[in-house]
């Protein structure tokens, strides 16, 4: 039966359940619909994702708010390489906690992050290993080895998809860090990005393998940098399986279209793609009538731009709740606080961005309807 436009357009004007050519109902797209973000993204086939959040996290009412409103979890600090307070010796108290917390309500893990130039990605001990070894990148070869068997050897079949390499480049250019321990080790940078991939691959072949950098949606030398980069990893038949962008609008706003062009770039390469650390200072927009009502609306333009590009898995926000953002913490950041980022307030209740985030999924999954409807 052909059904003419206008009355097509008619039928999907109304307030209905809308039924998918599979029979499937997109529930959330029911105007009367109370469905949450973490059911929103889950009609949408896409991962709505957040962080752990320190020791304890998880049986506590943070617990309760993600497990509601999210479907994935990426663990923000707990299997980064510092948990090793010697080589071998690791303490996965955390990391358990939040894995069993994924598996116990049916999200997503994401194992975040094997290697990272920055901060707690590096044990305090490395340093002093390498400079005591006749060859460094032979012993970091090594201990790169035991890292990846000891971490993702631990969590094969449960954590869905690591970020392999955090942070390759340099913060503003698409050189490679100039500070990476990696970077200063290894002779030839790409052969630490191969082996990374290969050594993670080899633990897990199940699980999905990225690279996560900054500013890749706000720099284009960046931006440019990481396309170089990842297609010479694919040149050489490195296991890549996705990028992902991170966000952090701090400094600057990102532009939805061309954040949508740039995921859609590494789509093109076959790669899936994610936004992976995202958090918006008020601070940006504090100079609108409404900085929430405009806080919101990136938020809504990051989540359309996701949804625009098929081989976009989803978004993670970094942190829970604006109380609990990194940014209040940051030597660097913490100055020009607060900056109330994320899409809950301090007191555990949903922002506008929350609610404009909702709606970009609800808009995807009208569109997905409307386009699966019978003609
Ligand atoms: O756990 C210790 C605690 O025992 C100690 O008392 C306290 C004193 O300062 O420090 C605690 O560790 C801190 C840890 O966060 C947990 O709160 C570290 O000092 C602090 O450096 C660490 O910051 C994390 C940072 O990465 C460095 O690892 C942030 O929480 C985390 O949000 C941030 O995340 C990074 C991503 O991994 C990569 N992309 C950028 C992003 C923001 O920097």
């Given at each position: ?16 359940v809308?039924?998918c ?32 959040e ?10 309760t ?45 994401r ?7 920055r ?20 012993r ?22 690591w ?40 633990e ?7 690279l996560n ?40 706003l ?8 740039r ?15 995202l958090?918006v ?5 504090n ?14 333009g ?15 926000t970094?942190?829970v709740h ?21 899409l809950?307030?301090e ?5 506008p ?23």
């Amino acid at each position: 039966m052909s059904i003419s436009t206008p009355l097509r357009v008619a039928l999907l004007s109304l307030p209905w359940v809308l039924s998918c050519a599979d029979g499937s109902v997109t529930r959330c797209t029911d105007s009367n619909s109370t469905c949450t973000l973490r059911e929103a993204s889950e009609e949408a086939g896409v991962f709505m994702g957040t962080t752990s959040e320190g020791a304890g996290w998880a049986s506590t009412e943070i617990g309760t708010l993600v497990e509601t409103h999210f479907s994935s979890v990426t663990t923000q600090n707990e299997l980064k390489w510092s948990i090793a307070s010697a080589p071998g010796v690791y303490d996965f108290e955390r990391a358990d906690e939040t894995i069993d917390f994924a598996e116990q309500h049916g999200l997503r893990a994401r194992g975040h992050t094997l290697f990272w130039h920055r901060l707690s990605g590096i044990p305090s001990w490395l340093g002093d290993e390498l400079a005591a070894a006749a060859d460094p990148e032979a012993r970091l070869r090594e201990l790169m080895q035991a890292h990846v068997r000891a971490v993702v050897g631990r969590y094969a079949g449960r954590i869905d998809t690591w970020d392999v390499v955090n942070e390759p480049l340099d913060v503003f250019s698409g050189n490679p860090a100039p500070d990476s321990i990696f970077f200063q080790t290894f002779e030839r940078y790409e052969d630490f990005l191969d082996l990374s991939f290969q050594l993670a691959r080899q633990e897990d072949p199940t699980a999905k393998l990225f690279l996560n950098e900054i500013f890749p949606s706000i720099n284009e030398a960046k931006f440019e940098g990481l396309l170089a980069l990842v297609r010479g990893m694919l040149e050489r038949g490195t296991p890549i399986d996705g990028v992902g962008f991170q966000g952090h609008f701090v400094v600057q706003l990102p532009d939805a279209e061309i954040l949508r062009q740039r995921l859609q770039a590494f789509a093109d390469l076959g790669l899936l793609v994610e936004i992976t650390e995202l958090d918006v200072s008020i601070n940006l927009v504090n100079d609108q009538p409404d900085p929430l009502a405009a806080q919101a609306e990136i938020y809504r333009g990051v989540a359309a731009a996701c949804l625009a590009v098929t081989a976009c898995r989803g978004i993670t926000t970094w942190n829970v709740h604006d109380g609990l953002t990194w940014l209040d913490r940051d030597p660097l950041f913490a100055p020009l606080g607060p900056h109330r980022p994320t899409l809950f307030d301090e007191s555990l209740n949903p922002k506008p961005a929350y609610e404009s985030v909702r709606e970009a999924f609800v808009a995807a999954l009208a569109r997905k309807a409307a386009q699966t409807f019978p003609r």
